[in-house]
């Protein structure tokens, strides 16, 4: 029987190299190119990746501490593709596909450090309990000028039709949908092509940043492959149109952040969705699972916002949540009841940054979802008005990076959920960053200190 490379490569001839993708901790693809000469045998045994691809650091720099690098002698291990994601690279026009792997240690069982695995053990828990999650993603971002200012910061594009630049904000702008129509009518065609759902396409409040929503799916792992393939689109193709795409949070220190949001509702064996009531907070269920993603949100947010960048997000009035509370269809809160027949009642998470590991974030999610249903707790009332503005809030989430990384070094909750390698290898990997990024001298603090002291 023909195995799915032998149908792809019969149905495309033209192919010459495919690139095998995989996603380290913060959600940065790496892989390697091989030749459809030796891609069978490399399908049938796997592409051979250190261990260490998971101790990187964002600028690609080995976390010694995580014992991945030196230790083992930068040990190599199989990494799998992922079945169904074996697609062409329309961008590329000298016969290229790709495909996503996962690793796995050379025996056999899934690599410890590889967040999809910790994802795909979360799913085999609502599978024992009967429930299926359907998630659905909405990724924001910019489009940046290839460009940078004098001083090496990121500017907006010069608009494709007018030539200019703008700096303006202008939420759900049709002129600026009109402005890029090209680049992103090329970004959906390339979606399509590579098989990720993706449906609404809005202008966002930044110059250049727009969100793009991907369809719900019954298939927590498939979203966050698609989602992962759609990072990848964006900052391709917007290349083919003379500019480049971020997902950086925060590019601009007085513009709109770049967010990560997820909408979840949990289906039962017979498709039903088990959210759905006529109560507008929904069934006792959601209110469970709300609970649960509320209590295990503030050790979470090393999770969601992963970078020193991430930080700069979390400001007061910027619709983005400083506190764990839930709301009906209000933007500040961290968790939404969007507005919606009673059929289709879900949560909508709030929290995460567009550059956060969406399987690390979905992993949370979901996690704190099964605690919330297991332990059967309520939420607090969901709040009411203007979310930065009220007396009685719920906790605070942490507002500095120092604090989450402490707050998910110390979660019994996330230890248990990751598992403790990956626990640990996280909180290694993210504690030699901010140690890293603190410890360098910037023009900004030179500029601010040096006249006076």
């Given at each position: 029987m023909p195995t799915e490379l032998d149908a792809f490569l019969a149905a495309h001839p033209e192919v010459r190299f495919i690139d095998l993708l995989l996603h380290d901790i913060h959600g940065v693809d790496r892989g390697k190119r091989v030749d459809v000469g030796s891609a069978r045998s490399t399908f049938a045994n796997g592409l051979l990746l250190p261990g260490s691809m998971f101790a990187l650091d964002v600028p690609g720099g080995t976390v010694q501490a995580t014992g991945l690098g030196f230790d083992e002698g930068d040990a190599d291990r199989p990494c799998m593709p992922i079945p169904g994601t074996l697609l062409g690279v329309p961008w590329l026009d000298h016969g290229v596909a790709q495909a996503q792997v996962t690793m796995h240690e050379r025996d056999g069982r899934p690599f410890a450090g590889d967040p999809r695995h910790a994802l795909a053990r979360v799913l085999g828990q609502f599978r024992t309990l009967g429930l299926t999650p359907v998630v659905a993603v909405e990724l924001e971002f910019y489009f940046i000028d290839r460009e940078r200012t004098a001083t090496g910061l990121p500017q907006p594009p010069r608009s494709p039709l007018t030539g200019r630049r703008e700096f303006r904000t202008q939420i759900n702008s049709m002129v600026d949908l009109d402005d890029y129509s090209a680049v992103l009518a090329d970004i959906d065609a390339t979606c399509r092509a590579q098989q990720v759902p993706s449906t609404t396409q809005l202008a966002e409040y930044g110059p250049g940043q727009f969100e793009?929503?991907?369809?719900?799916?019954?298939?927590?792992?498939?979203?966050?492959?698609?989602?992962?393939?759609?990072?990848?689109?964006?900052?391709?193709?917007?290349?083919?149109?003379?500019?480049?795409?971020?997902?950086?949070?925060?590019?601009?220190?007085?513009?709109?952040?770049?967010?990560?949001?997820?909408?979840?509702?949990?289906?039962?064996?017979?498709?039903?969705?088990?959210?759905?009531?006529?109560?507008?907070?929904?069934?006792?269920?959601?209110?469970?699972?709300?609970?649960?993603?509320?209590?295990?949100?503030?050790?979470?947010?090393?999770?969601?916002?992963?970078?020193?960048?991430?930080?700069?997000?979390?400001?007061?009035?910027?619709?983005?949540?400083?506190?764990?509370?839930?709301?009906?269809?209000?933007?500040?809160?961290?968790?939404?009841?969007?507005?919606?027949?009673?059929?289709?009642?879900?949560?909508?998470?709030?929290?995460?940054?567009?550059?956060?590991?969406?399987?690390?974030?979905?992993?949370?999610?979901?996690?704190?979802?099964?605690?919330?249903?297991?332990?059967?707790?309520?939420?607090?009332?969901?709040?009411?008005?203007?979310?930065?503005?009220?007396?009685?809030?719920?906790?605070?989430?942490?507002?500095?990076?120092?604090?989450?990384?402490?707050?998910?070094?110390?979660?019994?909750?996330?230890?248990?959920?990751?598992?403790?390698?990956?626990?640990?290898?996280?909180?290694?990997?993210?504690?030699?960053?901010?140690?890293?990024?603190?410890?360098?001298?910037?023009?900004?603090?030179?500029?601010?200190?040096?006249?006076?002291?």
């Amino acid at each position: 029987m023909p195995t799915e490379l032998d149908a792809f490569l019969a149905a495309h001839p033209e192919v010459r190299f495919i690139d095998l993708l995989l996603h380290d901790i913060h959600g940065v693809d790496r892989g390697k190119r091989v030749d459809v000469g030796s891609a069978r045998s490399t399908f049938a045994n796997g592409l051979l990746l250190p261990g260490s691809m998971f101790a990187l650091d964002v600028p690609g720099g080995t976390v010694q501490a995580t014992g991945l690098g030196f230790d083992e002698g930068d040990a190599d291990r199989p990494c799998m593709p992922i079945p169904g994601t074996l697609l062409g690279v329309p961008w590329l026009d000298h016969g290229v596909a790709q495909a996503q792997v996962t690793m796995h240690e050379r025996d056999g069982r899934p690599f410890a450090g590889d967040p999809r695995h910790a994802l795909a053990r979360v799913l085999g828990q609502f599978r024992t309990l009967g429930l299926t999650p359907v998630v659905a993603v909405e990724l924001e971002f910019y489009f940046i000028d290839r460009e940078r200012t004098a001083t090496g910061l990121p500017q907006p594009p010069r608009s494709p039709l007018t030539g200019r630049r703008e700096f303006r904000t202008q939420i759900n702008s049709m002129v600026d949908l009109d402005d890029y129509s090209a680049v992103l009518a090329d970004i959906d065609a390339t979606c399509r092509a590579q098989q990720v759902p993706s449906t609404t396409q809005l202008a966002e409040y930044g110059p250049g940043q727009f969100e793009v929503n991907l369809l719900h799916v019954a298939d927590a792992l498939a979203a966050c492959d698609q989602a992962a393939r759609f990072k990848r689109i964006v900052k391709c193709v917007s290349r083919r149109h003379g500019m480049d795409a971020t997902f950086l949070p925060k590019p601009y220190a007085d513009m709109a952040g770049s967010g990560l949001h997820v909408h979840v509702s949990l289906v039962d064996a017979a498709g039903t969705n088990v959210f759905a009531s006529d109560h507008p907070l929904g069934s006792a269920m959601m209110r469970h699972a709300a609970a649960g993603m509320l209590a295990t949100m503030a050790e979470g947010m090393a999770v969601f916002a992963p970078l020193a960048n991430s930080w700069r997000r979390f400001r007061p009035e910027a619709y983005v949540p400083l506190t764990a509370d839930w709301s009906v269809n209000n933007r500040g809160a961290a968790l939404r009841v969007p507005v919606s027949d009673v059929a289709n009642r879900r949560l909508e998470h709030r929290v995460a940054g567009a550059e956060a590991n969406l399987y690390l974030v979905m992993t949370w999610i979901l996690g704190g979802i099964l605690k919330g249903l297991t332990e059967r707790h309520l939420p607090r009332a969901p709040l009411e008005g203007n979310a930065y503005h009220m007396d009685s809030l719920g906790e605070a989430l942490p507002r500095y990076w120092p604090t989450a990384i402490d707050r998910f070094e110390s979660s019994a909750f996330g230890r248990e959920l990751l598992g403790p390698d990956l626990h640990r290898l996280y909180s290694l990997v993210k504690r030699q960053e901010m140690d890293d990024f603190n410890a360098q001298v910037t023009a900004h603090e030179c500029e601010l200190y040096l006249p006076t002291l």
